[in-house]
């Protein structure tokens, strides 16, 4: 666990420069599925093409000049969950990865080092960066071989709470993942101390399971064979899955690559049944994980942050999870809500979170004295986990405690606002896209309008119209929806907040609105990584 106050240093592995571009050593530009090259189709943006490039142009000039230079490792490794060790893959050997620091404006040259056994990639979640340092091989770059390294270089326009992952397979949901939390150099609130809190759900090493096989397993379908041992978890989120029924599951990574990890042809059922959760509208999830984390800590052995009594804290939020929204309360405070995907919104007083895949939260308390469990809720999978708030003497709370809190007020991105600098102006869409959200369990033929994502889809934008985005969830499943390079707004109130993730619950809509002024070809997919890999992703491509 690492803390730190507003005014803290960057990372002694991040080094000021002023100028410089870092070669990559296995090149940007477009990649089929399995690193190809692939021609850009006629008529639309090249997201290594000059109008990207003019783009990125632009914010440089805007930016500060600084460059903060990262080196990162990707690798399989050990990791301790508290009480248990499971081989994984992970940056810098750590779960989380360790936090990346930047102030709006730098320009941030990260070189990736691929030490794992498949080809990977790394995406920006949230930021409005250029096209081709967007990290979706077939789309945006080729796929980073193994042994190989890529320098991903661009300005950071916004500041606000972000995180990184790959977008290649579901590697997600292994332990690739990190917070990259951007400075604002004007920042107007105050705040004694910021706590970064990453949720997440586990599964990867445990028992023989992987998140290759848990996807092999859900594609087999409902009436796909699977066992009779459904892994229900014990109520704590720490089951170990024991009572599987030994399902055959592959090994074959989504590079199309023999995973190492997946060592064991057979383990015990990871699909998930009867989960339902009145908030998300029915069902809950996929997959009944048999750990939920909190900076990759168990309940059991949580992960903990230091303060004093009547400090005013920051808590940055961020759901890493696969397949989990998690309900989040702070025992004994009251939350006041700042932010939503890195933007600011009308301060709004609640009790809990309701906190969807790929969202974030910026929340501010102000410290008790004592000790406190942040709770995290496995939103309907009967489970939840937990870190330790300390300012004082006393016993650590039970890893099973439920703060009442978490029956309290409950917030969810529909009932804020946008704060007034950021909200978008009224104005009618220049252009309607509708999306139908198809597919269900039985067949696991997740899709946007019954077709199954391919890297030649387009969805045409023009730079500078008003895009409205129209989702029709058919299904019976809820999802949470992201946008790659851009912000919108929910369409369905006044001032709705700037946000690039939302949920759309069954047999609901979702529309939002976004100014269309980030060239290149852009993803809206299912933030669900197992939808996703199914084919529950499209994209949206600029005309030339």
């Not at 100028?19 to 006629?42: E, F, M, N, R, W």
């Not at 030994?246 to 590079?255: L, Q, R, T």
Request: hydrophobic share 35%; charged share 20%.
């Amino acid at each position: 666990m690492r803390t730190h106050t507003r005014r803290s240093v960057l990372g002694a592995s991040i080094a000021v420069a002023g100028t410089g571009i870092l070669a990559a050593c296995s090149g940007s530009g477009q990649s089929g599925h399995d690193g190809s090259t692939a021609a850009v189709p006629k008529g639309y943006v090249d997201p290594a093409g000059e109008q990207v490039a003019a783009a990125e142009r632009k914010r440089a000039a805007a930016g500060s000049g600084t460059v903060r230079k990262v080196r990162l490792t990707a690798a399989e490794t050990g990791l301790d969950l508290g009480g248990r060790t499971v081989r994984s893959w992970a940056y810098g050997g750590e779960l989380p990865g360790k936090e990346i620091r930047v102030t709006a404006g730098d320009t941030l040259a990260l070189t990736l080092a691929n030490h794992l056994p498949a080809t990977t990639s790394l995406h920006w979640h949230g930021l409005a960066l250029r096209n081709d340092m967007d990290g979706v091989p077939g789309l945006t770059q080729r796929a980073i071989g193994q042994g190989a390294e890529f320098t991903y270089r661009f300005t950071v326009p916004h500041p606000g709470t972000y995180w990184f992952h790959p977008h290649s397979g579901v590697q997600q949901d292994r332990g690739l993942y990190a917070p990259l939390i951007v400075e604002d150099p004007k920042e107007p609130l105050a705040y004694d101390k910021e706590w970064v809190v990453v949720l997440d759900d586990w599964v990867d090493g445990v028992d023989g399971s992987t998140p290759d096989a848990v996807l092999a397993e859900l594609r087999g379908g409902m009436g796909g064979g699977m066992g009779g041992g459904m892994d229900m978890g014990d109520g704590s989120g720490d089951s170990d899955g024991s009572d599987g029924s030994g399902h055959d599951m592959s090994n074959m990574s989504m590079s199309g690559q023999q995973s190492p990890s997946a060592s064991s042809p057979a383990g015990p059922s990871r699909m998930l049944m009867g989960a339902e959760s009145e908030l998300l509208g029915g069902d809950a999830g996929d997959v009944a994980y048999p750990y939920y984390l909190v900076n990759g800590r168990t309940a059991k052995a949580p992960s903990g942050f230091r303060a004093r009594p009547g400090d005013r804290i920051r808590i940055r939020l961020v759901n890493a999870g696969g397949d989990t929204a998690f309900r989040v309360a702070l025992g004994g405070h009251e939350m006041t809500v700042t932010h939503t995907d890195g933007f600011p919104v009308r301060h709004a007083r609640t009790d809990a979170l309701l906190i969807g895949m790929g969202e974030r939260y910026d929340v501010l308390v102000t410290a008790g004295d004592g000790v406190f469990p942040l709770t995290a809720l496995a939103e309907g999978k009967k489970a939840s986990t937990m870190a330790v708030l300390r300012t004082g003497g006393g016993t650590a709370p039970a890893a099973s405690v439920r703060p009442k809190e978490l029956d309290g007020r409950v917030l969810t991105a529909d009932k804020l606002k946008a704060d007034e600098s950021v909200a978008l102006p009224r104005r009618e869409p220049d252009r309607t896209i509708r999306l139908q959200l198809t597919g269900g369990m039985m067949h696991y033929d997740w899709a946007f309008d019954k077709k199954p994502y391919s890297a030649t889809q387009r969805h045409a934008v023009r730079a500078g119209e008003r895009v409205r985005l129209e989702f029709e969830n058919s299904t019976t499943m809820w999802h949470p929806l992201h946008l790659h390079g851009h912000t919108f707004a929910l369409a369905n109130a006044m001032d709705g907040p700037r946000k690039d993730t939302a949920a759309v619950l069954p047999n609901g809509t979702l529309t939002v609105d976004f100014e269309a002024d980030n060239p290149g070809l852009w993803m809206v997919h299912c933030h669900n990584v197992y939808h996703a890999e199914a084919g529950m992703m499209t994209v949206l491509g600029y005309r030339n």
